[in-house]
Each structure stands twice: as C-alpha cells, then as structure tokens.
C-alpha cells in the first residue's frame, strides 16, 4: 500500500508539469495585456513598453517558461505583477478560507445527502422519494449565486441570524467562523446535495435488490441495520467516487459563492488575477488546485480499499 | 434580545466547548472604526507606478502632496507653506510648513520632495512638459527646494496638486528614488493614516490606522486641500466585487459607507431610513466614443461628421444611467459641465435635433461603401456594455456595417493600443468614460488632445492644429478668462473636426449609514470630516 501512494504521489508530478505548460501555454496566447492595465488610461505605449520589460513581458515564450518552471521546481510561485507579493502569500492568505467553505460545504452535503438518497431509495416511488428527488432536481436547476441571494435576504436581511458576508479565522472562535460560513456553505451544497442524493438513491436501489438484501430480511434484522449497515456499505464505493468528482464542482462553485458572500478566498483570488491578467497568480493557483484535485482521487482511491476489501493495490 | 443574540450565545457557548477560549478581538476594545467599500480592489499601492483610481484615493490616507485642490479646482497649500516665483517666472521657490513628519519618525526634507517630484515628472503629463523644460531642481535646504526652468509654467501648482492620476505625493527620498516603472516596496508617507501592511490582503481588505504624528493644517478641509482630521483610529476597505452583498452588508450595518451603489440597487437603500444616499461627485463623469482616426471609415471627417449627426446622447444615457434625469444631461463639450472656465461652444452638432436621415446623405457623399467598424465593446463594464449595444444600433440605423467585438476591458485596453488595420487586430472604435475632474480641463485630459500619431493624443490619434493650439493657450493662460477662451477654442475645433464624440455626463451616487456624519462630495471620497455619533 505504502509503495502505491508513493507510486501515485511522483505520478503528480508529470501531470502538474503537463498542467502548468497547458496554463502557461494558454496564459501566452490569450488577449489581454497586464502592462495596459497597469498603466492606465494616461500612459504613451512607451509607457507601457517599459512597464511591459519591467515586468519581463517582452521576453520569449520559451524563456519565460523556462524561468517559471525552474522557480516552481524551487517552491517559488514569483510574485504577483499587481500587488508585488509572492503568490505563496497571495494564495496561503486566502486559503484557509476556501479550504473552510469546502470542508463545511462537503460535510454538510454528505451528512444530508446520502440520508436522502437512503430514504428516497427505501421508500422508493413513495412521495417521500418523489419529494426528495424533486429537490434534488430543484439543486442542480437553481443556480448557486440564486440560492445564495434568496438565503442572505432572508436570513441575513430579514430575519437578522447571520451576517451577510465576510469571512472570521477559526483562530478567532468556532462560532464566529461557523456563522460567517452557515449561509455560504448551504448556497454552495445545494447543487452538490442534489448530486449525491441521487447517486445514493440509484446505487441503494440496486442494492436493495441483491439476494443478501433478502437474506438478511428474511433472517428477520431490523430495517436501519439492513439500510445503514449493509445496503450502505455496499453501495458506498460508487457515492465516494461521486464525491471525488464533486470536489472539482466545489471548487468552481466556490469562486461565485466567495463572489456573493465576499469571502476572501482562492475563488475571488482567481477572478481578480484573471480580470487582470496577473499571470504568476493565475498559474500558481491553478497548479494548486490541480494539485488538491490529485490529492483527492488518490484519498478516493485508499478509501475504496477501507470499503471494498476486495479491492488491493 | 433577538435571535441572531441567542444563536450567538449558543454559538459562544460551543465555541468555548471546542475551543477553550473566546474570540480574540481584530483590533482594540473601544477602537473608532470605519468600514468602507470602495470601488475597486487595491491591488497595488504606488500611486505613481499604479496610476488607477482606487490606488490614488487609498494613497491620499497614506501621502500628501504640496499643494490640494478645493472645490473651484483652485490649487491651495497642503505640505508647501509658501512659494515664492521670479519676476520672469522662470524660479520657483517652495518653503515646507512646519510639523511634516514621515511615518517612520524621520522628518519631511526638501531632498525627499525633489525626489518624489523627479520620480513623479516621469509618469505624469504635466510633470513631462516640467520636465522637458527644467533646467534644475535642487534642495536649498531642509525645508526649502527651488524649481528653475527654461520657460515660465504658469500651470506650476496646479501640476502639483492636481487631482488626476499620477499625483505628485510626497514620499521619503529613498523609496522615491525607485525607478517609476517599477513598484514601491515600502508604504512610508507622512499622511494622516499609516497603511497597515500586515492586515492588506489584496482583492478583500486594506487597512489604515491613524498616524499620532499627523499635525493637520488649520484651515477648515475643503476637497483636497485644508485640514486633513481624520475622526477614526482605523479605516478599513472592505473589497466587495458584487454589488448586491454590497447593498446587504451596508443594509445590515456590517458596513458603513459605500463608495459607488449601483444606480439600480439605490431606490431600495433610498427605502431604508437607516441609509443616506447622495450624489458622489458632482464633477461626474463624460462617457466617450472613440474613434480610430488612422483607418477607415472614421479616418475620414465626413463619416465621422455622420455619426455626430444621428448620436442621440439620451439614449446612451438612459441605456448608461436610466430614467433619473437628475443623473444624467446631454454634453455639447470635451469638458467637464458646472466648472468656472466651461465651454460648450460648437456643442449644438450634439445636442442638436438628431438627423439619421441627414447621416445617411453625408456617409453616401463621403463615399461610405460598406467597410465594417470594428467596435470593441468590453463586456465586464456595464456602462461600457449599454453603450456599445446603442452604438451598434446607431451605426446601423445610419447604413454602416458592425463588426461587434464582444470582449472584456483587458483585451479592449490592450488593442485600442494597436495602430494596425481593424482587419489585422485594430480597431475602429471604442467606449470608455472619464472623470469629470480629469476632464475639466485640458491639463490632466489626455483624452482632449489631437496631436495625431506622433501624439500628444490619446488612442484613435485624433490629428487637429487647431485643438493642439488651443490647449497650448490654456497652458499658457494667466487668468481664468484667458483659460476659458482656450477652452472655447479647443471645443470649437473638437466639434468640428469630431476628434472623439462624447455620449453625455452623468453622475452617480454614494450611501453611507445615517449614523456617520460629515461625507461631503468630490472626486474621490475624503476621509477627513466624516464621523461616527
């Protein structure tokens, strides 16, 4: 097993190369000029010629490439065209938020969902499934930033229970960071809620029907230790790989929930760098995420061995 | 004790449980505070390098400048304490005032003034045109410098307290010594606030605490000129890219001052009795039609002259602003509306009865033949969006062909620089707005020029003698009369020759939290006089 997570971490390492010379590559060929934004609208195209070489804009592509990937061999992300920071720092100030509304928004998710998905599949064709599968509908229609609306009106404006955005460090209290984050991660969830509500309810049902199922009815074992400790088990491995996939849909989610509820995350981080062409950040942060995105499959695939011992490396 | 007070205490009492202690505080118990949510993200802080408008008004808490502008746009002492100028005009000798303190302890010098106005004459309009014509610029001694040029600048202490990008700030000689195309490292000035570098955290918050060494002029603050007494221990500026979460903090009070509402969102804050809501900055804005004067069609005065004829400035008004006639007017000018020396004079082919029909004959007499006009219309900007969809409408209704590039600000910004053909990555035009104060008169309006390709002109190179000459007679103007009549002239011939074809002047709106008192109006939000009761 040891040999087989290092296995699959040096894997990492030619796709984020692959990843990083695919951004870089896009990045080059894209419009869009950060010198001109920089320089303003009273600038002479000397102006920003000069800024341009400042900033090593006017060197070849393969030059450049070549530079940024020594850097990130290094650890080093460069600093950000804009601010002048390094994007270590851009991205380690913004992390703990995005990694918070993740965390709370996966959680809540699986705590509701795969209760649903359970349920609706028992009382399968019932009007509890049929209730539960419109809701699951209305999640994947409604999209994030009309939930997040809709919530903040009514719990942040109307009735006064949450704030309306912002983000406090777990540093600074439990429940002060919970709050700030209770509204967002529900916004976020929905969409994900729906995702694994329904792939919970169609991996049960055909789990429901295997003999053993049958088997254990028969043999008289009560309904919750048929559904939660059988049925589940057994039907786990698909829900985990859903989840797995989910995370990408967290993180691009995240970047409008972020936008809405104004948290300072990753997600607002990558819109602004975009806007502005900040090419040292846009590239950090996606090879970052890429990177979690890695991680992620490779967690999803160690825990298959937990549920399935069937299944070795 | 409302719900929310419960849940907290509920919340407070898990927090303990989990935690083992409470929440530590941001800042110090009983700290006066300020949240403030300006228009745009502070990504850098060098108001010289950086020349945007967010980073200007973040930068007059942390620097100042020797002279300010009150609301006539008269240039008033801030950090100068006097100046005195040679009979033939060409000397100028300027006296610090006394108490000029940099946040690092370190006394204002003259040698710091030098150098942040020779980094300063490097990026900025005026400051070139000192430049070009400075024989020297020298410390006399602490607290006296001398400014001797080769010809009289009459336009001296507007140049240096102008409030159009870059102004000229005052920084300690060692980081203004940095080469202005590159980038400050340190945020040491001798303003009112010190910047609180630990807590910037770009794209969310920037942060300010008051500086205890600030001796602020005796005079009351007028705009950016007087008393700078700044009535809090901390201001910070809270990042909020969407306006409807800006809207909802300042409704709940998580915010107390709003730098730019959206005009759409304003008649529910106007609801709330909690919020006041008033016009920002009655200095406004111009919203601008550019043309590419290097290619046709618009290289031609007869096509340009067509389109002048049939630009309904309502519509790209009500389309910009909407239906609040109190926002918005119809310009016949380049300037700025409402200022002493204000023109309009040659205005009437704007603000005129409309003609498409009499576009139509002038574009068949200037031999108009179909060529498409490339208009960049930048997608993320929605003043920009609304006028480049009445644009295309109007370039239609009159019998030209659109190339509608639907794109976003970055990219318009990078190829309205090109001068190529709008076939080979050119264009034929494009919208922007300006700031009223920058265009109030030709001294920070760039936008106003038409020296043609070898320039002084902005992007499309508009190309008239008779708009060069006139600016140059407003540079030269010794009294507000003779300025005017450079404005005039400058006007007629912009008309004429349609260098660029403003859509209208508009104005837009600030809220703030009715229990802050003080907000006055300008150009950029003064953080002096406002206070909490």
């Known amino acids: 097993m040891l040999g087989y997570i290092v296995r699959r971490v040096l894997a990492t390492i030619p796709v984020m190369a692959i990843v990083a010379l695919f951004v870089f590559s896009l990045l080059y060929i894209a419009p869009g000029d950060p010198a001109v934004v920089i320089a303003g609208d009273q600038a002479s195209l000397e102006d920003i010629e000069r800024i341009r070489q400042g900033l090593g804009l006017d060197r070849p592509f393969v030059v450049r490439f070549a530079e940024w990937s020594l850097q990130v061999a290094r650890g080093d992300l460069g600093k950000s065209m804009f601010t002048g920071l390094p994007v270590t720092e851009l991205i380690a100030q913004r992390l703990e938020p995005t990694l918070s509304l993740m965390v709370v928004t996966l959680l809540l998710a699986i705590v509701v969902a795969v209760p649903i998905g359970v349920v609706a599949a028992w009382r399968a064709g019932g009007w509890l499934d049929r209730g539960f599968m419109a809701f699951a509908v209305a999640g994947f229609s409604v999209p994030v930033f009309v939930v997040g609306y809709l919530l903040a009106y009514v719990f942040a404006l109307e009735l006064d229970w949450l704030p309306v955005q912002g983000y406090t460090p777990i540093s600074r209290g439990l429940w002060p960071w919970l709050e700030n984050l209770i509204l967002p991660a529900i916004a976020l969830g929905f969409v994900y809620i729906a995702l694994i509500a329904r792939i919970t309810r169609a991996t049960m049902l055909e789990v429901l029907s295997q003999d053993y199922i049958r088997t254990a009815r028969a043999k008289g074992l009560g309904e919750n230790a048929i559904l939660f400790l059988h049925a589940l088990k057994n039907a786990a491995v698909p829900i985990v790989t859903v989840i797995g996939i989910g995370v990408a849909l967290l993180i691009g989610g995240a970047v409008v929930t972020e936008s809405v509820f104004a948290i300072p995350g990753l997600g607002r981080l990558t819109i602004d760098a975009i806007v502005r062409r900040d090419y040292p950040v846009i590239q950090g942060i996606v090879l970052m995420f890429s990177f979690i995105y890695v991680l992620v499959n490779l967690v999803v695939d160690l825990i298959y061995t937990v549920l399935d011992p069937r299944i070795r490396y | ?482 300025e005017k009549a450079a404005m005039t002239a400058v006007n007629k011939a912009s008309m004429e020759s349609v260098t660029w074809l403003p859509t209208g002047f508009y104005k837009s709106f600030q809220a703030w939290r009715s229990n802050l008192q003080g907000i006055s109006d300008g150009p950029l939000p003064w953080f002096w006089g406002p206070k909490k009761v």
């Open chain 2, 1 to 482: 004790m409302d719900r929310r007070t419960v849940i907290k205490g509920i919340g407070a009492a898990g927090a303990l449980a989990a935690t083992g202690r409470l929440s530590a505080p941001a800042i110090a118990q009983g700290a006066k505070v300020l949240k403030f949510v300006p228009q745009a993200n502070l990504a850098n802080f060098d108001p010289v390098w950086g020349t945007q408008y967010v980073v200007r008004n973040a930068s007059q808490l942390v620097w100042e400048t020797l002279y300010g502008l009150n609301n006539k746009l008269e240039p008033q002492r801030q950090m100068a304490a006097g100046e005195e100028v040679s009979s033939d005009g060409l000397t100028w000798t300027f006296k610090l005032r006394d108490g000029l303190k940099f946040h690092d302890g370190e006394p204002v010098r003259a040698n710091d003034v030098v150098a942040s106005i020779g980094r300063w004459s490097n990026r900025d309009a005026m400051g070139l045109m000192l430049k070009a014509i400075q024989k020297e610029l020298v410390a006399v001694d602490d607290k006296t410098f001398k400014w001797v040029l080769a010809k009289p600048y009459p336009k001296m202490l507007y140049a240096l307290g102008k409030v159009g990008t870059p102004c000229c700030f005052i920084m300690p000689e060692r980081i203004a010594k940095t080469d202005p195309f590159k980038q400050i490292e340190e945020y040491i000035g001798s303003g009112p606030m010190k910047f609180a570098r630990a807590d910037w955290k770009p794209g969310a918050l920037a942060a300010f605490e008051k500086s205890n060494d600030y001796v602020p002029r005796s005079e009351p603050a007028n705009w950016w000129s007087g008393g700078r007494v700044v009535n809090f221990d901390r201001i910070e500026w809270v990042i909020m890219p969407d306006p409807a979460t800006a809207s909802a903090a300042l409704q709940s009070g998580e915010i107390d001052w709003w730098e730019t509402p959206l005009t759409d969102l304003v008649p529910v804050l106007k609801r709330n009795r909690n919020i006041k809501v008033e016009i920002a900055d009655p200095l406004g804005n111009i919203g601008s039609f550019r043309l590419n004067h290097l290619h046709p069609p618009f290289n031609n005065v007869k096509v340009r002259r067509a389109v002048q004829m049939a630009l309904s400035q309502e519509d790209y008004m009500r389309a910009v602003v909407g239906s609040d006639t109190a926002l918005w007017s119809t310009l016949g000018s380049v300037f700025t509306p409402g200022t002493a020396t204000f023109s309009d004079a040659g205005g009437e082919v704007l603000t005129g009865p409309r003609s498409v029909d009499g576009a139509k004959k002038l574009l068949a007499e200037a031999g108009y033949s179909g060529q498409p006009v490339t208009c960049l219309v930048a997608q993320d900007q929605a003043p920009l969006k609304a006028m480049g969809e009445v644009t295309a409408d109007l370039l239609k209704k009159i019998g030209m062909t659109v190339d509608f590039v639907a794109t976003d600000w970055g990219t318009v910004g990078q190829r309205r620089a090109s001068k190529n053909p709008p076939g080979q990555g050119g264009w034929g035009m494009f919208h922007t707005w300006h700031a009223g104060a920058d265009a109030a008169n030709p001294a920070g309006h760039i936008a106003c020029r038409a020296g043609g390709e070898k320039g002084p002109a902005w992007f499309g190179w508009p190309d008239d003698p008779n708009v060069e000459k006139g600016v140059a007679e407003w540079f030269d103007a010794k009294s507000p009369e003779e």
